[in-house]
């Protein structure tokens, strides 16, 4: 864990606290429509999730890489989806750090993939978003656990 303000603060609690500022962003996704006090919240709860995962792991342990590329991931789903192509491909190219940096699953690194074919699509990078796409359609393609196949294929198409 990283030094920060708040040592009251312990590694459960910090975990509980990125899993669910990890769903309520997905609750805020899930809108047909937002107010742009809703779109700051959703901004703002994933980097707080993504931050508690931080806090929550140790930089020994083995789950850490895989929380910090989620929650990566997660950061740049939302800039995407706000249209914000800078932070939006900065965030998807941290999780495809991570991911290429460590050993990840598999639906991991296709949804790192994934980030950055609709980071790409943002910031109008047509061949960027088709090769990342063309390698997350690949990488579903190995992956062993049919929901997590029908996850990324769904995903993939909104695009």
């Known amino acids: 864990m990283s030094d920060s ?3 009251g ?7 509980r606290l990125a899993i669910g500022l990890f ?3 997905w609750t805020l996704l899930g809108l047909t429509e937002r107010t742009v006090e809703q779109d700051d ?3 703002h709860a994933a980097h707080a999730s993504r931050y508690h995962w931080a806090e929550a792991t140790s930089a020994g342990d083995a789950e850490r890489p895989q929380r910090l590329a ?3 991931w997660q950061c740049a789903r939302v800039y995407s989806v706000l249209g ?8 998807a190219r941290r999780c495809l750090e991570l991911c290429e940096a460590n050993e990840m699953e598999p639906w991991v690194i296709t949804s790192a993939y994934e980030a950055m074919a609709r980071a ?3 910031a109008g990078d047509v061949a960027g978003m088709e090769r990342f796409a063309a390698m997350a359609r690949d990488a579903v393609a190995e992956l062993d656990d049919e929901d997590d196949r029908e996850v990324m294929l769904r ?3 909104t695009i």
């Open 5 to 7: 303000t708040d040592e």
């Open 9 to 15: 603060v312990d590694a459960a609690t910090h975990r």
């Open 23 to 25: 769903n309520h962003v």
């Open 41 to 43: 919240e959703m901004l």
């Open 70 to 72: 989620i929650g990566e």
């Open 84 to 91: 914000r192509a800078e932070p939006a491909l900065h965030h």
């Open 120 to 122: 790409s699509r943002v």
């Open 155 to 157: 995903d993939l198409a």
